[in-house]
């Protein structure tokens, strides 16, 4: 900027209003300026201009991973969003760790983001480190793994249901005896999954067995560990709710190595529709997390936080209806798996717009 301006023997302020098409300038000025700023390949610095101004058009996202298929998911959804509205991202990965959680926070704050979206690492209990952010006077929306109370902005599958109509499913295949795979439960969504199943057993008048419950990490070779004690116990499950799909395929893939036949000795279903859920054999009943649209969910609540300006806003909780896929890995009666599209076209019938 200052070469510009020390070209065309104006002030940098001149330079400054000019690129940023400001009302001040005249026509001519403006396009001698970009035109030589053209000239020159000209980039603006829009960290220095957001230092300036202490907000940018920048929004920060803290993951504990981007593996798999959930949180890849979730940030395309949140970058597709974000792009429309005239934001860019910054992703950070926690890697489950809240320490690296809490330097991510440091890092997003010295870029002078305009907003910050977090799902909490699996090593997160104590939550004060988001007050640094609170007391930026910066929005903070948490998704999926979130922190719970009545002053937090959220938004996440109803885990609890998904846990409910999984469990259901495996009662009308004729599962008597349900075990489940839990996650850990200081996380929300493992807390409710689990809840979620005990609600479904209730509601079938049978009774909550601590002896059928395995608490993991949910990885697979977890899965695989926890079947071989549940298959030992003198009456064995014939149904796994697993609330993660890892040790769900760890699970069935234990069964397999026992000699038994899934859905038809243990029926299994898991959680969050891993792509290779579908690949399995049998392919694994999952339940879809509307992935993009928990991510997009997300940014609609960070902006309409970003647009407040500090007005007062009330805390919002926003949770999606989960959806269950019956495939093979559970399906023991006849009409439990969906009948297949014979025409390609047939299958998005109805749901084309203009």
């Known amino acids: 900027m200052a070469d510009l301006a020390r070209e065309l023997g104006v002030s940098m302020t001149t330079i400054s209003r000019a690129l940023s098409d400001h009302h001040s300038i005249g026509p001519a000025m403006k396009q001698k300026v970009l035109k030589l700023a053209k000239k020159y390949n000209y980039q603006p610095n829009r960290l220095a201009s957001a230092l300036r101004k202490g907000k940018s058009q920048l929004l920060g996202i803290v993951v504990p991973y981007i593996e798999g298929r959930f949180f890849p998911s979730v940030v395309h959804g949140i970058e597709s969003a974000a792009s429309k509205a005239g934001y860019n991202v910054i992703i950070c990965q926690s890697n489950e760790d809240v320490a690296q959680e809490r330097r991510n926070l440091d890092i997003l704050l010295s870029a002078q983001v305009a907003g910050v979206l977090v799902s909490l690492s699996r090593t997160t209990r104590d939550f004060r480190h988001f007050e640094k952010v609170r007391s930026r006077g910066l929005p903070l929306v948490f998704f999926d793994r979130v922190v719970e109370g009545e002053n937090v902005n959220a938004v996440v599958l ?197």
């Open 158 to 354: 109803d885990d609890q249901e998904g846990g409910y109509v999984s469990t259901r499913h495996l009662l009308q295949q004729g599962c008597h005896r349900i075990a489940h795979l839990a996650g850990p439960q200081h996380l929300n969504i493992y807390k409710n999954r689990r809840q979620g199943y005990l609600d479904a057993l209730r509601e079938a008048g049978l009774p909550e067995d601590e002896s059928l419950i395995i608490y993991t990490e949910m990885a697979q070779d977890q899965g695989a560990e926890a079947l071989r004690q549940l298959m030992a116990l003198p009456n064995p499950p014939d149904g796994v709710f697993a609330a993660g799909d890892y040790s769900a395929l760890g699970a069935m893939q234990e069964a397999h190595r026992l000699g038994l036949q899934v859905p038809q000795d243990v029926a299994i279903t898991g959680f969050s529709n891993e792509t290779f859920t579908t690949i399995t054999e049998p392919p694994i009943t999952t339940i879809d997390q509307r992935c993009e649209e928990m991510g997009q969910a997300a940014v609609r609540l960070l902006l309409e936080l970003i647009e407040a300006d500090g007005r007062p806003f009330a805390p919002r909780h926003i949770a999606l209806r989960p959806e269950l896929l019956v495939r093979g890995s559970s399906a023991r009666t006849e009409g439990a798996l969906p009948s297949p599209v014979r025409d390609p076209a047939a299958k998005f019938a109805g749901n084309v717009t203009g």
